[in-house]
Nanobody, 120 residues
Framework: QVQLVESGGGLVQAGESLRLSCIAS????????MGWYRQAPGKQRELVAT????????YHDSVKGRFTISSRDNVKNTVYLQMNSLQPEDTAVYYC?????????????WGKGTLVTVSS
């Protein structure tokens, strides 16, 4: 099992920055990918950014150039999301996710989420 704990959410004004962190723990051999998803009120959860152990990244079009996903250990157990130039539409609960299954499979572990609120 893998436990994911997010931190770093909060209330900021438009144009400001936040950095989210996620640490994985538990009994697992390796993670193949980690990522961030978000769910705004009344909307479906959506992918924000993912990072594989091989270094490949994907981003939602709306955050390209503003958000950066990274890891200090090739997603062995940490992933970060640097969010710059935040906008009110970025307001959501942000969830850390991880996958220890091969590529092509969905994330199979999820954190409880951290709230990001951006005021205009």
């Amino acid at each position: 099992q893998v436990q994911l704990v997010e931190s770093g959410g909060g209330l900021v004004q438009a144009g400001e920055s936040l950095r989210l962190s996620c640490i994985a723990s538990g009994s697992f051999v390796r993670l193949n990918a980690m990522g961030w998803y978000r769910q705004a009120p009344g909307k479906q959860r959506e992918l924000v950014a993912t990072l594989t152990s091989g270094g490949s990244t994907t981003y939602h079009d709306s955050v390209k150039g503003r958000f950066t996903i990274s890891s200090r250990d090739n997603v062995k157990n940490t992933v970060y999301l640097q969010m710059n130039s935040l906008q009110p539409e970025d307001t959501a609960v942000y969830y850390c996710a991880a996958r220890n299954s091969p590529p092509g499979n969905a994330m199979n572990y999820w954190g409880k989420g951290t709230l990001v609120t951006v005021s205009s």
